[in-house]
């Protein structure tokens, strides 16, 4: 068993995608939190919620790749009510879409402020912020995202059918993540393309998604499709 929590499982595929996400504006950020999930490890009866914070945190582009580096600290450096996180739990989720960090210094200031109304019991301000900053997408954002909870062909082909080939594709652990380029939309014949792939989806628009080349529940989500 290792001795350290294994986020990275493959460099190459995680570096490529590190570069596949937009370059950002000086006032923009990348959200990332790490995971402990219920349906990877079902038989461990402490862990109750499908999507327990760990640890979030947010990264430049060139920084990125360090900072998901750092949380393969010691086993047992995180816990939950006193217990060792187990490692096949694990997932790490990140915005492809920038977040407006300008935006969510506004919305802060102004949700810190009703804290105070409330007189501060039982706040956190950096949680508060954090909160703020994955809520406020950039309104530049690059891609229309889904989720596909399915591993299934006939729906992969008619995903890349019907947006043309213009989207990147990403097979995770129990189905595929699905981003749209916007800037490709005029291109698109089909107009019901959005229609079309949010009826194979459980969420849509603007999500999280796990990075290739890293753990999500003894597995590496990995590309299987890129844009024409």
Request: proline share 4%.
């Amino acid at each position: 068993m290792s001795e350290t929590y294994q986020i990275i499982t493959d460099e190459a595929k995680l570096r490529e995608w590190i570069e596949w996400l937009p370059d950002l504006e000086e006032h923009e950020a990348f959200y990332c939190c790490l995971f402990m999930r219920k349906k990877y490890c079902k038989d461990v009866p402490w862990i109750k919620s499908d999507k327990g914070q760990l640890k979030r945190f947010t990264s430049t582009k060139d920084r990125l790749y360090d900072k998901i580096a750092q949380l393969e600290c010691k086993v047992g450096a995180f816990t939950f009510d006193g217990n060792p996180v187990p490692q096949e739990s694990l997932a790490l989720y990140v915005t492809p879409n920038p977040r407006d960090l300008w935006r969510a210094t506004v919305r802060s200031i102004g949700q810190l402020a009703k804290v105070l109304e409330c007189g501060g019991k039982n706040s956190n301000p950096h949680q508060e912020v954090m909160s703020e900053i994955q809520k406020n997408a950039s309104t530049n954002r690059k891609f229309v995202m889904f989720d596909i909870d399915e591993k299934n062909e006939d729906t992969l082909k008619a995903v890349i059918d019907v947006t043309n080939g213009y989207c990147d594709i990403v097979e995770t652990r129990g189905g595929y993540h699905v981003f749209v380029h916007k800037v490709k939309v005029p291109l698109i014949t089909e107009k019901m393309w959005y229609t079309t792939i949010a009826a194979f989806s459980d969420v849509s628009g603007d999500a999280m998604t796990c990075p290739a080349g890293t753990y999500q529940g003894g597995h590496t989500p990995t590309f299987i499709h890129r844009c024409v």
